[in-house]
């Protein structure tokens, strides 16, 4: 059934209501990855493609998580209005409901948002959760990280703060193109994130991403035999591996 948008925002700052998808075999093959986000680096940087940010710049709410799936791209900015009057006027003018209504299942939210007030919150979350997306990517600040913890939901972000966004933030576009942390993603790219960090990889080269990423685990497996079976450190530094 066709997407409606919910009337949040103007018709035109929706730029896509459904997404260009990867088919799931190749989204299943890159879960399987042991090392998921160091082996797609690795082969994004043979391809000479750039998209990964470390953890350091975009850390994990909760260890222990990884997620693969395609963007769904929301853009916040600041915003100039007066805080108070816009409280006491209940002008919200955050608009992630508009990208929560065309979430699929296995979509990734991937906001480019700001800093010191939140982008987002533990009721938006479950409601996120709700639609279908499977984690958060936000280049900003959140806030409830606890409730994110609770739910399970994945989610990586600036940092954390009780400031809201409600009243001092405002949603600009949904599935445009988006900047996180210095790396362009575009509504569709596929996500691969873990403790090690978030690599944004476009969507038309996710194959030759995948395949270049199975070459690199199958020899990183073959190492690894190699070392378990007591090979000597003159063996592994000469024997090919890829």
């Known amino acids: 059934m066709a997407k409606t948008p919910l009337g949040r925002l103007p018709r035109e700052a929706i730029?896509?209501?459904?997404?260009?998808?990867?088919?799931?075999?190749?989204?299943?093959?890159?879960?399987?990855?042991?090392?998921?986000?160091?082996?797609?680096?690795?082969?994004?940087?043979?391809?000479?493609?750039?998209?990964?940010?470390?953890?350091?710049?975009?850390?994990?709410?909760?260890?222990?998580?990884?997620?693969?799936?395609?963007?769904?791209?929301?853009?916040?900015?600041?915003?100039?209005?007066?805080?108070?009057?816009?409280?006491?006027?209940?002008?919200?003018?955050?608009?992630?409901?508009?990208?929560?209504?065309?979430?699929?299942?296995g979509d990734v939210l991937v906001i480019e948002g700001v800093m010191g007030c939140s982008n987002m919150g533990g009721q938006s979350a479950t409601i996120a959760q709700r639609q279908g997306f499977i984690g958060a990517v936000v280049d900003g600040t959140v806030r409830d990280p606890q409730q994110y913890r609770e739910m399970g939901w994945p989610v990586w972000c600036r940092g954390f703060t009780p400031i809201t966004g409600k009243w001092r933030m405002q949603t600009v576009e949904i599935n445009g193109t988006v900047q996180i942390a210095g790396v362009q993603v575009n509504p569709g790219d596929l996500v691969c994130a873990d403790e090690a960090g978030v690599a944004f990889i476009p969507r038309e080269r996710a194959v030759e991403v995948l395949d270049a990423a199975l070459e690199i685990d199958a020899g990183d497996t073959r190492r690894k035999t190699d070392i378990d079976k007591g090979a000597s450190l003159a063996e592994l530094m000469t024997r090919k591996y890829k």
């Open 15 to 105: 730029r896509m209501l459904e997404l260009p998808r990867l088919p799931s075999e190749i989204l299943g093959a890159y879960r399987a990855l042991v090392d998921l986000t160091g082996t797609v680096s690795d082969a994004m940087d043979e391809l000479g493609i750039v998209g990964v940010v470390p953890a350091h710049a975009l850390p994990p709410v909760a260890t222990g998580t990884r997620i693969v799936g395609p963007a769904v791209t929301v853009r916040n900015i600041q915003r100039t209005a007066q805080i108070h009057r816009a409280a006491l006027d209940k002008t919200n003018t955050q608009g992630e409901s508009e990208a929560h209504n065309l979430a699929e299942p």
